[in-house]
């Protein structure tokens, strides 16, 4: 986590030795990605992250697993919002706002609008906690924060025209993992009501 008093985080101590590690935005990003990988096994993930974060192959078990740990640790750190261990979860909408992946023209946009940051250049470079802080800052009329703010925008508060746009909006920006049978349903629908009007125009 970013600290405005110690350096950023680029290593980490396994028995009583440091080892480097490349935090940069663009591996960590990778890293989640692979995560989500079903192809991969648990034991191929593991091997995966170290090679990603260290840049070598593993040849110690206890490490390499240790390793993992210590960096997943620190990059899901955040300033606000952590939960208090043992107290009640916090209810959150279970929908999810953006995806560094679908969503990856929209951020490179915005941080370009934003701050002048070529993300494409500065891959390699920009740490994983600058990269968080600035991610976070994004003000509210970059192209991410619009596609968020219709994605969040609440229906029946809209009616007639403005919720047809709406509702045509949220469905364009809606993201992959977010979509349900239903809406695809209600998308082949809409579709073959096009195709109709059409036929009849």
């Known amino acids: 986590m970013l600290s405005l008093t110690k350096p950023l985080g680029d290593e980490l101590v396994y028995r009583s ?3 480097k590690v490349n935090l940069s935005f663009d ?5 989640y990605e692979m995560l989500d990988d079903e192809r991969l096994s648990d034991a191929d993930k593991v091997m995966t992250a170290f090679e990603m974060f260290l840049g070598y192959e593993p040849n110690d ?16 750190m955040k300033p606000y919002g952590n939960d208090v261990e043992g107290a ?20 490179y946009s915005s ?11 500065v891959q390699g470079q920009l740490h994983w906690d ?8 994004l003000g509210p009329n970059t192209y991410l924060q619009r596609i968020i703010d219709i994605r969040t ?10 919720l047809a746009k709406l509702t045509e909006a949220k469905q364009y920006y809606e993201l992959d993992v977010n979509k349900t049978q239903k809406a695809k349903e209600a998308q082949f629908a809409n579709l073959a009501q096009t ?4 036929a009849t125009s």
């Open 88 to 107: 009640k979860e916090v209810i959150r909408d279970p929908r999810r706002l953006y995806s560094f992946q679908q969503d990856a023209e929209a951020i």
């Open 111 to 121: 941080f370009y609008e934003q701050y002048g940051i070529d993300l494409i250049h």
């Open 61 to 76: 078990a206890d490490f390499t697993i240790n390793a993992f740990k210590q960096i997943g640790k620190y990059i899901s």
């Open 17 to 19: 030795k440091s080892y």
């Open 195 to 198: 195709l109709r009007n059409w």
């Open 130 to 137: 600058k990269f968080k802080a600035l991610f976070q800052g």
């Open 153 to 162: 925008r609440d229906p029946k508060e809209y009616q007639g025209e403005a």
């Open 27 to 31: 591996v960590v990003l990778s890293f």
